[in-house]
């Protein structure tokens, strides 16, 4: 088993409709190939919320390969995955803490045992290896089978990266731009259900919208 190209990815999540030839690890815009160059915007790491500063190293690796920016547009680590993936280990997420801690510390030894460095430290190729391992079960030291491991962290990186920017994830919308999803509707015209031209994007969190309302009263958008 190899680790799904990002459309592949995408597209077993339900986030594309499109069916799409699976494509090996090699493929263009899967992990293990170095993304083209384009102009991408830094995204600098907000102050951590529940992981350690090794935890979110290793995580900010593992999301990039797996949803990796390339020609198709940004990816996990442009949409800020790991730092929804943080805050909501203290939230919403808590019953996973456990498993982030147990598995991120048993992908790093993996990876030093297997490859003789840091994942976070290894080549995209070498921790496309590392991951398919984890994937399809090989690696050892997760307790049970490192497949679940794999599993909760690519779903949570998914939602990290298309969820409402509210929750810390999808920055500067780039999830909602890479599905071409055109942000929330309150009213839809005659044109727009012409389907004649893609709608014009609303760029705005739907807790920024006075229409709706944060639990216990209150609006805005808090990154």
Not at 27 to 44: E, I, N
Not at 67 to 90: E, S, V
Not at 126 to 146: I, K, P, R
């Amino acid at each position: 088993m190899t680790i799904w190209s990002r459309r592949e990815l995408l597209k077993r999540a339900g986030v594309l409709g499109a069916v799409a030839a699976a494509r090996p690890a090699a493929a263009a815009g899967s992990p293990g190939t170095p993304a083209p160059s384009r102009a991408v915007a830094t995204v600098a790491r907000e102050p951590l919320e529940t992981l350690t500063a090794t935890e979110a190293d290793i995580l900010e690796a593992v999301v990039a390969r797996l949803i990796p920016t390339d020609a198709n547009g940004p990816g996990a680590t442009d949409a800020r995955a790991a730092h929804y993936i943080d805050r909501a280990l203290g939230g919403a997420l808590a019953s996973s803490r456990d498993a982030y801690t147990s598995g991120l510390a048993a992908l790093d030894a993996y990876a030093r045992a297997s490859k003789g460095a840091p994942f976070a430290q290894l080549s995209a190729a070498d921790q496309d290896l590392v991951l398919t391992d984890v994937e399809s079960g090989v690696a050892t030291g997760f307790g049970s089978t490192s497949t679940i491991f794999f599993e909760l962290v690519r779903s949570h990186t998914i939602q990290g990266t298309f969820c409402d920017p509210f929750y810390g994830g999808n920055a500067n919308f780039a999830g909602w731009d890479l599905i071409g999803y055109p942000g929330i509707r309150l009213a839809v015209s005659a044109d727009d259900q012409r389907m004649a031209a893609r709608p014009k994007p609303v760029r705005e969190s739907a807790y920024d919208n006075v229409t709706f309302t944060i639990k216990g009263g209150g609006h805005g958008h808090q990154p």
